[in-house]
C-alpha cells in the first residue's frame, strides 16, 4: 500500500479554484482521452478492475460537498450512493465506425456537464470502430487529477501483457487506514469543525482588505497592507490584459470539435537534440509553426501568438493535480526552424522561471477569499489574452493491454478554458499521440488547423 498516492479530504487552493470558476461553462476544467484498442476489451473482466481502481484511488468514490460561501476548500465526502455502471459505459457506434464518428462522440461525451451529486468521471467502452476495433473514452474532472495524474491512474487497469494476471485484491479497509496514515494532519474533520476550527489560512481582516484590493487593482501598487505584499506578486501576474494576438481567433463559444495526429517519437526527439534542446521545446515549436501556418493561408499572416503551458510540478507522493502554468508570446512568422526553437527554448525557460515565482497555489490562495463572480471575470479577462494552449504528458515507451486488448493509439484532449484550441501530447509506445480540442466559433476551419499541425510535425522530425 505504501506506493499508493495520498490523496487530501480536502481540496488544495488551486482544484477549488478550478472548481468554482465552472460557474462559467467556458472556464470548464474537464479533460479527456481517447484510445484505440485493436479489440473489444472483456467488459466484464474491466469492471473488476474498475472497481478495484476505485480503492486505489479513492476520488473515484467520492463527491464534491462545497463550503458553505465559500469559506473553507470542497471537501472529498464518500458517495453513499456510489454506482460503478453509472461510471462506467457500453455502447456502440453505428456503421461504418469511422474515426470522425468516435470523435464526435467523444467531443459529446466530454461536453455534458457532470452531475455533482456523483463522482466526477465517466469511461465509456465503444465498440463498432472499423477494423473491428474499439475504443475507450475517458472523462475525467481536472479536481481528481491532471494530466500525468491521468497516467498513474490509468496503471490500476492496464497491464504490460494481453493475458496479464490479475493484481491481487484490494481490501478497502486497509487502504483507508493507508490514506489516514498518509494524512499528516491526521482523520479528516468534519465540515463544521473545519469552518470553526481556524481553517481559514488568512485572518478575515486581511480577507477583507484583499478583497477591497482586488474590487480597485490601481490601489495595490500604493498600498503598504500585509495584504497589499500577499497579493502584488500575484497581481504582476494577472496585469497582462492585452489582448490575444490572433486577428482570426478572437469569438469565443461553447462548439468544440476534436481532431487527433500522430508523430514519431524517436526522429522528433533526435530533431530536437540536433537543435540543440528537448522534446517540449520542440513541441512548442511546431505548435508555432502550424498556428502561423494556418493565419498564412488565411491571408492573415501574425508575427507571434500568446501560448499557455502546462508545467508539471508532481513528485512521487503527488495524488492529485501537481501544476502550474506559464504564458509565453511565441513566433509564428515564417522563419527558419532553427531560429524559432532557440526563440521558443528562451521564451520556455523565462516564462518557467516566472511561473515559479508567482505560483498558481499561490494565486489560487488568493482567490479562495474572493467572490466567485469576481473570480469567474478575471479567469475570462487572462483567458482571452491567450491564444491556444499545450501541454505535455508522459506516458509508456511500451505497448499496454486493457482487459484483453492492445491500446493501439492513446490521444489525450485537454480543456480549453476560454482559448481557440488546446493541444495536448501523450507519448507512447514510440509515438507522439496528440489530441486537438478547438473552440469552432474561433477556429472556424478546424479541419487545416489539424493539416497545418500534421504538416508542422512532419517537418520537424524530419529536421
Not at 469569438?251 to 495526429?261: C, P
Amino acid at each position: 500500500m505504501a506506493d499508493l498516492p495520498h490523496f487530501d479530504r480536502k481540496m488544495s487552493d488551486a482544484e477549488g479554484l478550478m472548481w468554482r470558476l465552472e460557474k462559467d461553462p467556458h472556464l470548464s476544467s474537464t479533460f479527456a482521452n481517447v484510445t484505440i484498442l485493436d479489440r473489444p476489451p472483456d467488459f466484464d473482466r474491466l469492471l473488476h478492475r474498475l472497481d478495484r481502481a476505485t480503492y486505489a484511488v479513492p476520488r473515484l468514490r467520492q463527491r464534491v460537498q462545497s463550503a458553505p460561501f465559500n469559506l473553507t476548500a470542497p471537501m472529498w465526502v464518500d458517495d453513499a450512493n456510489f454506482d460503478l455502471r453509472y461510471h462506467v459505459r457500453h455502447m456502440a457506434l453505428p456503421q461504418p465506425g469511422s474515426m470522425r464518428q468516435l470523435l464526435d462522440l467523444a467531443s459529446l461525451i466530454a461536453c455534458d456537464a457532470y452531475d455533482r451529486t456523483r463522482p466526477l468521471w465517466q469511461f465509456v467502452i465503444v465498440d463498432g470502430l472499423s477494423g473491428n476495433k474499439s475504443a475507450l473514452i475517458q472523462k475525467l474532472h481536472h479536481t481528481i487529477v491532471d494530466g500525468e495524474g491521468g497516467v498513474q491512474l490509468s496503471l490500476q487497469f492496464l497491464d504490460f501483457e494481453r493475458e496479464a494476471a490479475d493484481p491481487p485484491a484490494i481490501d478497502p479497509e486497509l487502504i483507508a487506514a493507508a490514506q489516514a496514515a498518509a494524512d499528516l494532519e491526521g482523520p479528516p474533520p468534519d465540515l463544521l469543525r473545519e469552518l470553526l476550527g481556524g481553517s481559514l489560512r488568512l485572518p478575515l481582516g486581511l480577507l477583507k482588505q484583499i478583497r477591497d484590493l482586488l474590487g480597485d487593482p490601481a490601489g495595490i501598487s500604493v498600498a503598504g497592507s500585509a495584504a497589499a505584499d500577499t497579493i502584488r506578486s500575484v497581481m504582476q501576474q494577472l496585469s497582462d490584459t492585452e489582448a490575444a494576438r490572433s486577428p482570426l481567433w478572437k469569438r469565443r463559444s461553447l462548439q468544440r470539435r476534436m481532431e487527433v495526429l500522430r508523430a514519431p517519437f524517436g526522429e522528433t526527439k533526435h530533431a530536437a537534440k540536433r537543435l540543440g534542446g528537448t522534446l517540449n521545446t520542440a513541441f512548442l515549436a511546431a505548435a508555432a509553426e502550424a498556428a502561423g501556418r494556418y493565419h498564412r493561408e488565411l491571408d492573415a499572416p501574425v508575427d507571434e501568438l500568446r501560448s499557455s503551458m502546462a508545467i508539471s510540478t508532481r513528485t512521487d507522493s503527488s495524488g492529485a493535480n501537481a501544476f502550474s502554468l506559464a504564458r509565453m508570446l511565441v513566433p509564428t512568422g515564417e522563419m527558419p526552424i532553427e531560429e524559432r526553437f532557440l526563440a521558443i527554448q528562451a521564451a520556455a525557460a523565462a516564462a518557467k522561471e516566472a511561473s515559479a515565482t508567482a505560483s498558481l497555489e499561490t494565486l489560487a490562495a488568493v482567490a479562495s477569499a474572493l467572490p466567485t463572480s469576481l473570480i469567474t471575470r478575471l479567469a475570462r479577462q487572462q483567458a482571452q489574452t491567450v491564444d491556444f494552449a499545450t501541454s505535455n504528458v508522459r506516458a509508456s515507451p511500451v505497448p499496454l493491454f486493457m482487459a484483453g486488448a492492445e491500446l493501439l493509439e492513446n490521444y489525450p484532449v485537454g480543456p480549453l478554458a476560454g482559448v481557440a484550441f488546446n493541444l495536448t501530447l501523450l507519448s507512447y509506445n514510440h509515438s507522439l499521440d496528440m489530441g486537438v480540442n478547438i473552440d469552432t466559433a474561433a477556429v472556424t476551419e478546424p479541419d487545416r488547423l489539424r493539416d497545418c499541425l500534421q504538416r508542422a510535425f512532419d517537418d520537424l522530425a524530419a529536421a
